[in-house]
């Protein structure tokens, strides 16, 4: 069973910055694609940004330029780094991770953008 765990979620000013953590573990096997999705309250998880095994990564348009995705495949981690922080931004962030036909969610971690 695959677990992941989210951290370095928080309250930040507008303008400031995170960085997210998601640590992998349990038996995962094959190629991996990592993403980090939010979900603001009342709203649909959206997806905010992706990262292949090859390294090949996708945003979403309205965090492009502001966000960046990472993985280290030898701690099975992925990171979220986010600049220019907007109150948009406010919402839990979600870990997933998809491989071999399977998906795992993380916990959340809330991240909160106010002065």
């Known amino acids: 069973q695959v677990q992941l765990v989210e951290s370095g979620g928080g309250l930040v000013q507008p303008g400031g910055s995170l960085r997210l953590s998601c640590a992998a573990s349990?038996?995962?096997?094959?190629?991996?694609?990592m993403r980090w999705y939010r979900q603001a309250p009342g709203k649909q998880r959206d997806l905010v940004a992706s990262?292949?095994?090859?390294?090949?990564?996708v945003y979403a348009d309205s965090v492009k330029g502001r966000f960046t995705i990472s993985r280290d495949d030898g701690k099975n981690t992925v990171y979220l780094q986010m600049n220019s922080l907007k109150p948009e931004d406010t919402a839990v962030y979600y870990c997933?991770?998809?491989?071999?036909?399977?998906?795992?969610w993380g916990q959340g971690t809330q991240v909160t953008v106010s002065s």
């Open positions: 997933n991770i998809y491989y071999s036909g399977r998906t795992a």
């Open positions: 349990g038996a995962i096997f094959g190629d991996t694609l």
């Open positions: 990262i292949s095994v090859a390294h090949t990564t």
